[in-house]
């Protein structure tokens, strides 16, 4: 067995203990393998271990990946940042985006996601850690961005993501991940059909499993340590 295989399957592992810890059926939970910085040759490696769904940060990188291994039928996910002026190849290549902030690259997205595709699955991105983090839409703003990004033609809005501020206190992680559950739990009570919390990373899954993620997004747990600082890695 490769170092990914057996990597694969103690990730499986821990998310299945988690689930039944929670008292949740371990098929709730969706494995996203995180791949970016890592060559196509290790995306190979799990997809031969039956791994099915990828993330990658990077518009270049992951659409070139998209288009090497477009032989395996796999599913791909854009998990970074997202500037308006790189929303087309990610259009074109996707089958998710969970990293959704603003109105504005969500127009674009459903505006160039070609009519031959099915609509592109997206999650918003929430800020569940105040002024430590940047990145995602502050929760009194989501109402209105989820309102208007369900009304898009050509995406579907899925649900929502977060990546809480680095920590070890689990109870802070957790009280994170249970934020981004109430506000799925509002949304879906103002009538949208959500079905996704993308939440938790290598070191968290199961506090995220425990308060109800049905995606975890893992790469450092399947690959190991990136070759390189993502700061720096190409855009
Ligand atoms: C890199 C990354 C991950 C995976 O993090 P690991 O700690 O390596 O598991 C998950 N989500 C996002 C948005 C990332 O950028």
């Known amino acids: 067995m490769t170092l990914i295989a057996a990597n694969l399957q103690a990730v499986r592992a821990r998310i299945e203990q988690a689930a039944i810890a929670a008292g949740r059926d371990p098929a709730t939970v969706g494995l996203l393998a995180v791949s970016k910085t890592w060559p196509a040759d290790a995306l190979r490696a799990a997809a031969a271990a039956g791994q099915r769904a990828f ?4 518009v270049q990188e992951g659409a070139d990946k998209v288009a090497e291994l477009a032989a395996l039928d796999l599913e791909w996910h854009f998990i970074g940042p997202l500037q308006s002026n790189k929303t087309r190849p990610v259009a074109g290549a996707f089958d998710w985006v969970h990293s959704i902030d603003r109105l504005k690259i969500a ?6 996601r070609d009519a031959h595709l099915p609509p592109l699955n997206v999650c918003i991105q929430v800020n569940v850690s105040g002024e430590d983090s940047k990145s995602g839409v502050a929760p009194d703003e989501l109402p ?5 990004v369900a009304a898009l033609p050509r995406l579907r809005l899925r649900g929502l993501m977060c990546i809480p501020e680095p920590t070890d206190d689990v109870a802070l992680l957790r009280s994170r991940f249970a934020t981004l559950r109430t506000l799925k739990d509002a949304l879906v009570a103002d009538g949208l059909a959500l079905d996704t ?6 070191h968290d899954i199961e506090a995220a499993i425990a308060e109800g993620a049905t995606i975890v997004r893992v790469g450092t747990a399947i690959f190991g340590a990136r070759p390189y600082p993502t700061a720096v890695a190409p855009a």
């Open 107 to 112: 127009d674009r997205l459903s505006a160039q």
């Open 144 to 148: 209105a961005l989820a309102q208007a």
């Open 197 to 202: 919390l993308s939440m938790g990373m290598s």
């Open 55 to 58: 993330g990658e940060n990077y």
